[in-house]
């Protein structure tokens, strides 16, 4: 028994505009609290990130998917945890080829974090700024949630996309960013006529995490240099609210004040 309380409702939601609408988990802690973005169009809908896995995402944006026949593409930025559980749900999976085992094989299967990625990864975590006193990834689990065997399920298939790749939803395209740093294959979707960007964990409005075992700072300033380049209007970060390119010129720089720091 975990002494957790059920929740009444697992994911919340919240619409962005016409064609995006925002979900996330407020029972995952914050660190794990990853933004998953569903975006419709005319012939193809994106879902952008799944969450942990804990409860199904496709009935939680039912209404959101079943108004037309058009196909889904998940898409995963990369292939961390709290990113890619629901991934399995939909038959039509993109990701980076190096972040695609990942998901076919998703390591996670507990939700007690030193249980989970050992004491040495929970411990970096906590230098690099990230406390981690919750005894589980969660403050609640959903109704009929089960803990004693729980392990992220796989995915059949991944699509593999890199850098130029585009996913196009009949009345907008997205074009794929490879944007290493916080992991090898992290991608963005860039949608250059609105100027938005999806950008997963290569940017976000909080501590950026660069010194996991597959980061890598070095990548990670390249990164920061190109996205200062992008005509952006909107980022719609894997985590934390969007920002616009004031914001984005403000993080990044930063970025690179401090890890190119003399
Ligand atoms: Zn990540």
Redesign the pocket.
């Known amino acids: 028994m975990t002494g957790l309380p059920i929740a009444g409702r697992w994911f919340e939601r919240s619409r962005v505009d016409h064609a995006i609408t925002l979900l996330w988990e407020p029972h995952v802690i914050p660190l794990m609290r990853c933004n998953i973005w569903h975006v419709r169009g005319r012939s193809r809908d994106l879902v952008i990130d799944t969450g942990m896995g804990l409860a199904s995402l496709t009935a939680a944006i039912d209404d959101l998917l079943v108004a037309t026949e058009r196909p889904v593409t998940a898409v995963a930025t ?1 292939g ?1 945890d ?2 890619i559980g629901n991934h399995h749900e939909f038959a039509d999976v993109v990701a980076h080829a190096i972040e695609a085992p990942l998901l076919l094989d998703p390591p996670l299967r507990s939700l007690v974090p030193r249980e989970a990625w050992g004491d040495d990864a929970i411990d970096a975590l906590e230098a690099m700024g990230y406390p981690m006193p919750d005894p589980y990834f969660v403050d609640a689990l959903p109704a009929g949630f089960v803990m004693d065997g729980f392990r992220q399920r796989p995915v059949a298939a991944v699509r593999t996309v890199g850098e130029g790749d585009v996913l196009d939803l009949g009345d907008r395209t997205f074009e794929v960013l490879h944007l290493p740093g ?2 090898p294959g992290s991608i963005g979707l860039w949608e250059a006529a609105t100027g938005t960007l999806f950008s997963g ?1 290569a940017i976000y409005d909080g501590p950026l ?1 660069d010194e996991l075992p597959e980061s890598d700072i070095q990548a990670y300033c390249l990164t920061m240099e190109r996205l200062l380049q992008l005509p952006v209007e909107v980022v719609h970060g ?1 985590h934390d609210p969007s920002f616009g390119r004031s914001r984005l010129r403000e993080l990044a720089t930063a970025y690179l004040r401090h890890r190119r720091a003399p």
């Open positions: 990369h961390h709290d990113h916080h992991s964990d995490l894997g």
